[in-house]
């Protein structure tokens, strides 16, 4: 059973910073690609960052790239969202998942999935 814990949401002003935070166990942590999605009422969760399994490879959402920084403790089992520069555009509920194989962009190919953190940035 895995079980994946996100903190570190909350309300911010637009400019600010948040560092999101996943703490992962039940699984072997180092060789699973890690993720994060987002969902803003009324949308459709989308495709935020990944870390590929063992760390060699990053992924960004064009809207967020330049800004967000996703990176990988395997010592601590937890994975990481620098987020610089917020926008109000990046309001939503932020997920956290973990997944074997190949990293992809849809939620549906994600495989643990966390309960979600509130990130709210005001103008």
């Known amino acids: 059973q895995v079980h994946l814990v996100e903190s570190g949401g909350g309300l911010v002003s637009a400019g600010d910073s948040l560092r999101l935070s996943c703490a992962a166990s039940g699984r072997t942590f180092s060789s699973f690609n890690l993720g994060w999605f987002r969902q803003a009422p009324g949308n459709e969760r989308e495709f935020v960052a990944a870390i590929s399994g063992w760390g060699d490879g990053t992924y960004y959402a064009d809207s967020v790239k330049g800004r967000f920084t996703i990176s990988r403790d395997n010592a601590k089992n937890t994975v990481y969202l620098q987020m610089n520069s917020l926008k109000p555009e990046d309001t939503a509920v932020y997920y956290c998942?973990?997944?074997?194989?190949?990293?992809?962009?849809?939620?549906?190919?994600?495989?643990?999935w966390g309960q979600g953190t509130q990130v709210t940035v005001s103008s």
């Open positions: 998942t973990m997944s074997p194989g190949t990293v992809t962009t849809v939620a549906r190919g994600w495989t643990y």
